[in-house]
């Protein structure tokens, strides 16, 4: 957490892209159903055309908020990770002799390149899909009991179900490895 401090102000912007991309992603689906009850169904071409240009526009604009947390995040990440490089490489050389001389230098540079790229992944990229994957799960579940409660209860009767499975099969999944 101490190497992004000085990133505050870029991780909020990513933060408010993320919240953006995701509304205007979750405006598409419903804008589809307005297309379809208002205008489809009674034949309004005009109107369903200017659905249509709506919905390109939120899912356009999605995109674009996308692209500028993910352009923003991998700065932030990169310029992070180089300040845990130099540390790193701070460290290493305080190390006395006798530390180097018990390890392969090939296995110490394969960890450390390894393990820094780990977290370089789960900076730039998790931890940004994971928060627009939340959004997205919140949004989908406020629009799902919106139209029709009993329906949106119903559906998620069906998730400790799929937990349940799911664990049971990660089980044999873990004892097959």
């Known amino acids: 957490a101490a190497y992004f ?3 505050r102000g870029r991780i909020v912007v990513v933060a408010l892209a993320i919240v953006v991309s995701t509304m205007l992603g979750l405006l598409g689906p419903y804008l589809m159903g307005v297309a379809l009850d208002r205008f489809i169904a009674r034949g309004d071409g005009g109107g369903l055309v ?3 240009a709506w919905m390109v526009g939120a899912y356009l604009g999605s995109n674009l908020f996308q692209a500028v947390s993910g352009f923003v995040m991998a700065g932030v990440s990169q310029r992070a ?3 845990l490089r130099s540390e790193v490489f701070s460290h290493l050389q305080r190390l006395p002799l006798a530390f180097f001389e018990r390890r392969a230098s090939g296995d110490l540079m ?3 390149t390894n393990d820094v790229e780990a977290i370089n992944d789960a900076v730039a990229q998790n931890a940004t899909t994971l928060f627009a994957s ?3 799960m919140g949004g989908i579940l406020v629009a799902m009991f919106l139209l029709d409660r009993w329906l949106a ?4 009767l069906v998730v400790p179900l799929m937990l349940g499975s799911t664990r049971i099969i990660a089980g044999f999944t873990k004892r097959g490895f």
Do not use: F, W
């Open 5 to 7: 401090v000085e990133e």
């Open 134 to 136: 939340v959004l997205s």
């Open 50 to 52: 200017r659905v249509a």
């Open 153 to 156: 209860l119903a559906s998620l």
């Open 81 to 83: 990770l180089n300040r």
């Open 110 to 112: 394969s960890r450390l």
